[in-house]
């Protein structure tokens, strides 16, 4: 994305999958990993909790009970769990990228363009 004019959201539209505009709130929650994107649906998701992955203090992560050393393992052991429909923030920069850009203080725009891996 090359940024031409100020104060404006700019995308080449042929690498953009989805062009989402949340809160502000939301996005935050997004990045903390309390919310997942929905990117049919242009929409944040409450994380359902059988799908939630949580930080040890050792930095690894645990999901579905089972202890993993990075979160991109659990991805790609669990891809029937992750999808457009449900994409926390780790999926989307593991498997794409997101250009956010604050629209004003209270909302957001994200890219996402879903990479070769997707």
Do not use: C, Q
């Amino acid at each position: 994305m090359i940024f031409k004019r100020r104060n404006t959201f700019e995308t080449n539209s042929s690498s953009t999958h989805s062009l989402v505009i949340v809160s502000k709130e939301d996005y935050d929650k997004f990045l903390m990993g309390e919310k997942v994107l929905n990117l049919y649906e242009n929409e944040m998701l409450d994380i359902d909790e059988d799908k939630r992955i949580t930080r040890t203090e050792d930095n690894d992560f645990i999901y579905k009970g089972r202890h993993y050393s990075n979160v991109y393992d659990i991805f790609d052991e669990n891809m029937e769990d992750f999808d457009e429909e449900y994409a926390p923030k780790d999926f989307i920069y593991y498997y794409g990228e997101s250009i956010d850009k604050a629209v004003n203080k209270d909302k957001m725009a994200m890219s996402i363009y879903l990479g070769e891996r997707w």
